[in-house]
């Protein structure tokens, strides 16, 4: 890389560095950008100097070595209790540190009151897939669309960037709305290892199973979305609520023979009941989100 390669990069901030944090200013260190980095931890640091990294001694420092900072912490209360006493009018401030839609929108105000524009961001990878273009990890980014646009290129060094809306809390709103569904995936894949433990199954054969059983499924996240939007929960329906709510039995009663505690499904399956209850047989699941929505006042 040339001089002036390494001299047209963004420098920039980053603070944290823990192994996401380290992960994000290596790949911006190897990009050739000037990066200046802090932790509260300063040993924790110390490895990213011997990368080409400036170790500023304080938070407040750090900020003031250059306009574009990334914040990535342990959560939002070390995010204000970092920054507190920096000066941030005329920064750029990235929060990447994961939090809820709330916490993204109470911060960004926080810091507009301190003459920075905001960008909060959630990260949809783990720290071996930074720097690695063909991992497919991203960050949701959301705020000052000036922001975004003025430092894009530099913002996707580490990982692809998708900016989602002016609301700042729309990163967070989308990151955990994935890893909710996430979280989902994997109840329902724990309760499936767990049925065949006790058998002559070997988990790695009945893994590809699994595997390719759930991405045939996923497409019908499409048809809830298209439902969602008509209002029509019956529109193009195969298996009804009232068909699934009969064939939870089977799945109760394989989990009784094998010895297995269906904990994992029965929230779920108690929602389809009341729905079914509702009069609604003739939707499939999508209805159920009307349950789960405290605002209207239904889920009582």
């Not at 009784?256 to 505690?261: A, P």
């Amino acid at each position: 890389m040339t001089d002036n390669a390494v001299a047209s990069r963004t420098p920039l901030t980053v603070l944290g560095t823990g192994d996401m944090g380290t992960a994000l200013a290596r790949a911006w260190l190897a990009a050739g950008h000037p990066v200046t980095v802090w932790n509260r931890t300063a040993s924790r640091a110390e490895p990213l100097a011997a990368e080409g990294a400036t170790v500023a001694r304080t938070a407040a420092e750090a900020v003031a070595a250059n306009r574009l900072v990334v914040v990535c912490l342990l959560d939002d209360a070390s995010v204000g209790e970092a920054l507190d006493g920096a000066a941030l009018a005329g920064r750029d401030l990235v929060n990447l540190t994961t939090g809820t839609p709330g916490e993204g929108r109470s911060r960004a105000a926080w810091a507009e009151e301190r003459g920075a524009r905001f960008l909060d961001g959630g990260i949809m990878a783990v720290p071996p897939m930074i720097g690695a273009p063909e991992s497919g990890g991203y960050v949701f980014y959301s705020g000052s669309p000036e922001l975004f646009e003025e430092h894009r290129d530099t913002l996707a060094v580490p990982a692809g960037t998708r900016y989602v809306g002016a609301d700042p809390g729309f990163a967070a709103l989308h990151d955990v709305a994935l890893l909710s569904a996430m979280s989902g995936m994997f109840a329902g894949v724990t309760h499936a290892f767990a049925l065949i433990r006790p058998e002559d199954v070997a988990p790695k054969d009945f893994a590809p199973l699994l595997v390719d059983w759930l991405t045939a499924m996923a497409p019908a996240v499409h048809q809830t979305a298209d439902q969602l939007q008509s209002g029509d929960y019956t529109r193009n329906v195969v298996s009804n609520l009232a068909m699934q709510v009969a064939g939870n039995t089977t799945l109760l009663r394989t989990a009784g023979e094998q010895r297995v505690s269906p904990e994992l499904l029965t929230p779920y399956m108690a929602l389809m009941e009341r729905r079914l209850a509702q009069g609604h047989g003739d939707e499939d699941g999508t209805g159920i989100i009307e349950l789960l929505d405290l605002r209207a006042g239904v889920s009582s």
